[in-house]
């Protein structure tokens, strides 16, 4: 009962007139970001960080959680209609979305889309309002031990499930780590790994690694690629709309199975876009029309929309309740909490209230709002996609250099962003994953502060990590995640399979 | 023509050698049990070592890739797009944002004749007079102005 007096408390916090304009600007631009290839969730967030430093923690969190909102939208309006996906996540739209649209059936495809992903973000947000604060104050009673217990566990699951080969993971988790260790070491008060390049002393942003890994990267990909924008026609048809949602609860189980599988890989992290391709791969086995998936077929659509959005939306979660960021999105948006001054964690629940409440209540509201803006400029941000890809992609390598360079006004940046854009290229090209370098880059001091606290506490020894129940349990499960993929390809060995399944799923 | 297996064993090297340079430089600052804790060289170095080992697996891995990754055409695309991204971001501390995004817009766009000579004008001028309006005007943010412009007293 108390959650839902916060929750409306928090309904009057989101919805005030100046908030429910920046919901309608985030989404906008979300919308713009997620349609522009190159430039996705991850970029759009960051881009907007350094505007937010003026504002309002609260109306500033709300800014960059509604971009995210309209940018996982816009994702799925270039899969559809273009059958190029404008977010990672929204690859798996594209297998059955564009043939839909194709047969001209363009309005049944958008409406399923939105219609499920909305659908998905509730059930996200609603598990937030109710598990939340319960978490956090589970969390309250952590100690630094626990702290790092849980931060394994998080990595461990990126390890475990995220779908990518697993020692490339580790490689790209240990390199986030090694990039947040640049730069003045707050404990000990030591430089470390500047490598003789004094500038680094200040370190090295996520932001700059963001624009490089997800901007540059992306656009080296989509060149390669050399898409071309064959669009199906972008009407639509508002009878259509209703028809189609209306028809979703059919569909009943693959919702709410898609949602369990989105809420699931958000929270642990696995990310949207594991979720997404998981939900789908189940869809098809267990539908009973599996074997038209790949078609236009509608669970096909439902299934990786539900999940996308159940996942990006219970990313925040974790991150609200115990500082660690279910997705590269959530990520970003955790470091820009840290640089408004507050700190996520458990703490959120008890010192921000109203930060915290109204940012949940925004979900509802922001969602909303954004299923109504992405119906209603489906037509002008399909336009968008017939500029020419030469005229978008100078625009966008000067966005992100811009954006660079504004974290800290250093030249320096520009020329990082620009070495982070090569490994991103090489990453995405050889199926290394990038969330989880991010998420390292952001929480990488975060968990080392908590292990060399636990250190002091043990003086020194790694008993620490086994004193209690809850912390072995969470060592013991971490290291379970870890062995999974091992333990996979030896059960595949025993059975006789050639591996060949590693690497079958692109993941971010 | 770069084939899987060259482009696997680049990255796998790529990465191998920055953790062997996380290794190198975190054991300046010490590792291991220290007076006040564990040594700030500590983590950065366990980092470091699992940055090499598993980029030492990757590339042996890496070794039994197969097919091509980037065919000559598309390496042709990506440098196409790169070289000049990376000529715009060299001339950033000379020229100022301002004056190389449009020079950067404008060689993209008018050199290979992508686009009309005034509409490619057009959009070099529209793009940083937009960054200025954003950036400089509505959010306080000041962006490099270059050499160039203080040499002339801007």
Not at chain 1, 141 to 160: H, K, N
Request: aromatic share 10%; glycine share 12%; proline share 5%.
């Amino acid at each position: 009962m108390e959650n839902f007096q916060s929750l409306l408390h928090g309904f009057t916090i989101a919805l005030s007139l100046q908030h429910l304009a920046l919901m309608v600007v985030g989404v906008l631009l979300g919308i713009l970001v997620g349609v522009l290839p190159g430039l996705g969730a991850p970029n759009g967030v960051s881009l907007l960080l350094p505007l937010t430093f003026g504002m309002q923690p609260v109306s500033a969190i709300i800014l960059l959680s509604s971009m995210y909102w309209g940018a996982l939208f816009g994702g799925s309006v270039t899969s559809i209609l273009f059958n190029i996906p404008g977010e990672p996540s929204s690859v798996a739209t594209t297998f059955d979305g564009y043939p839909m649209a194709r047969e001209g059936k363009s309005t049944t495809a958008l409406a399923t889309a939105f219609g499920s992903a909305a659908f998905g973000a509730l059930v996200g947000v609603i598990l937030i309002t109710f598990l939340a604060s319960w978490v956090a104050q589970v969390a309250l009673a952590f100690g630094p031990a626990e702290y790092f217990a849980v931060y394994f566990l998080a990595f461990a699951s990126f390890v475990g499930m995220g779908g990518a080969a697993p020692m490339k993971t580790v490689v790209a988790l240990a390199i986030g780590f090694a990039i947040a260790a640049i730069g003045i070491d707050t404990v000990s008060g030591s430089v470390r790994l500047t490598m003789g390049v004094d500038e680094l002393v200040k370190g090295v942003s996520f932001v700059v690694a963001v624009m490089g890994l997800f901007g540059i990267g992306e656009l080296l990909i989509a060149v390669e690629e050399d898409i071309h924008a064959r669009a199906v026609s972008s009407r639509i048809d508002w009878r259509e709309v209703f028809r189609a949602v209306a028809r979703l609860p059919k569909h009943g189980t693959a919702l709410l199975r898609s949602a369990a599988i989105g809420c699931w890989m958000g929270i642990t992290p696995g990310g949207p876009t594991a979720a997404s391709f998981m939900s789908y791969g189940i869809a098809k086995r267990f539908s009973r029309r599996g074997r038209y998936f790949g078609s236009g077929e509608v669970e096909g659509i439902i299934a990786p929309e539900t999940a996308d959005h159940a996942a990006g939306t219970s990313a925040l979660l974790p991150m609200l309740s115990l500082g660690i960021p279910g997705s590269a999105t959530a990520a970003v948006m955790m470091g820009g909490l840290m640089i408004w001054g507050l700190n996520p964690g458990p703490m959120l629940f008890i010192d921000q209230k109203d930060f915290v409440w109204g940012l949940i209540a925004s979900m509802y509201v922001g969602n909303i709002v954004a299923v109504v803006l992405v119906l209603l400029t489906v037509p002008v941000f399909a336009a968008l996609m017939r500029i020419p890809f030469v005229v978008i992609a100078p625009l966008i390598v000067i966005v992100c250099a811009v954006g660079a360079y504004s974290v800290s006004n250093s030249y320096l940046d520009v020329v990082l962003m620009l070495g982070f854009g090569v490994v991103g290229y090489l990453f995405k090209k050889l199926s290394y994953p990038l969330a989880p370098l991010v998420l390292a880059i952001v929480i990488g001091d975060k968990a080392e502060d908590a292990f060399r606290q636990s250190m002091l506490m043990s003086k020194g020894s790694l008993a620490i990590f086994f004193d209690n129940r809850l912390v072995t349990s969470l060592v013991v499960a971490g290291f379970a995640l870890l062995l999974l993929p091992l333990a996979l390809q030896v059960l595949r060995l025993l059975r006789g399979d050639a591996d060949t399944s590693g690497e079958k799923v692109r993941i971010i | 023509m770069i084939s899987r297996r060259a482009l696997e064993t680049a990255t796998a090297v790529l990465t191998g050698s920055f953790g062997l340079a996380v290794i190198v430089s975190s054991l300046d600052n010490g590792i291991g049990w220290g007076s006040d804790g564990v040594d700030a060289g500590t983590f950065p170095f366990i980092t470091g070592v699992i940055i090499l080992a598993g980029s030492l697996y990757n590339l042996l891995r890496g070794l039994s890739g197969i097919g091509v990754a980037i065919s000559r055409t598309d390496l042709r695309r990506i440098a196409g797009l790169f070289v000049p991204a990376a000529m715009f971001v060299g001339a950033i501390p000379f020229a100022g944002m301002y004056l190389a995004s449009a020079g950067y817009i404008f060689g993209v766009l008018a050199l290979p004749k992508h686009r009309s000579l005034p509409r490619a004008l057009i959009i070099a001028l529209a793009t940083p007079l937009a960054l200025y309006i954003v950036f400089e005007r509505m959010f306080q943010v000041s962006l490099p102005h270059g050499g160039l412009a203080a040499a002339l007293g801007y």
